[in-house]
């Protein structure tokens, strides 16, 4: 649920940004059920999903967290990298992060009719709890126990707060070397 990259490597195409937050609630074979755009959103969605799952920095991150995380170890990751783009937007971005994140909500927002039931009732959640919270290491914590609560069977995510804090300075050494690459691969897609 890397919500902040997908929103940040969208570009300034509103339908777009769009589909590729609605990547992780649409599933299967894409049709023309939604308008062009969003179709490409929402591939785009896919295809960086695809990219960060090869890329050498998100493996090697993927394998500095302990393997009784399993297959969450993935989850973890992407919300740890959406951690590392919040502390550092200014870095990456011209726009002030607040402003962003407002912007990006009111484009969700004018867009609610299309937004698939789950994303939709999301929303304030996301927009004014979680990526908020990712500035700050006990604000992951608090996503991920969330999160944990929600899959319904037992799984580890509560704990990945613990795991961010170990390894945090090889973790933010991967996302500074895995960003630019999925910025550049983006760039290739959308040209920006």
């Given at each position: 649920?890397?919500?902040?990259?997908?929103?940040?490597?969208?570009?300034?195409?509103?339908?777009?940004?769009?589909?590729?937050?609605?990547?992780?609630?649409?599933?299967?074979?894409?049709?023309?059920?939604?308008?062009?755009?969003?179709?490409?959103?929402?591939?785009?969605?896919?295809?960086?999903?695809?990219?960060?799952g090869r890329h050498p920095s998100f493996l090697a991150s993927k394998r500095r967290i302990s393997p009784e995380y399993g297959h969450y170890r993935a989850v973890l990751v992407d919300l740890y990298y959406d951690h590392f783009l919040a502390v550092e937007w200014d870095r990456f971005a011209e726009e002030p992060f607040e402003r962003f994140i407002a912007t990006a909500r009111q484009t969700m927002e004018e867009h609610a009719g299309?937004?698939?039931e789950r994303l939709r009732t999301r929303l304030p959640d996301i927009f004014t709890e979680w990526l908020p919270s990712y500035r700050n290491v006990d604000g992951v914590a608090t996503?991920?126990?969330?999160?944990?609560?929600?899959?319904?069977?037992?799984?580890?995510?509560?704990?990945?707060?613990?795991?961010?804090v170990r390894h945090y300075?090889?973790?933010?050494?991967?996302?500074?070397?895995?960003?630019?690459?999925?910025?550049?691969?983006?760039?290739?897609?959308?040209?920006r």
């Open positions: 649920m890397n919500f902040l990259a997908h929103l940040y490597l969208s570009g300034n195409d509103p339908e777009i940004l769009v589909g590729n937050m609605m990547g992780d609630f649409v599933k299967g074979v894409l049709d023309d059920s939604y308008p062009p755009r969003i179709t490409r959103g929402l591939e785009l969605h896919r295809l960086i999903d695809s990219f960060a299309i937004l698939p996503v991920l126990r969330r999160m944990a609560g929600r899959v319904g069977r037992p799984n580890p995510l509560g704990a990945g707060g613990d795991e961010l300075g090889e973790l933010r050494s991967d996302f500074f070397q895995f960003l630019p690459d999925a910025k550049g691969y983006v760039a290739t897609l959308i040209g």
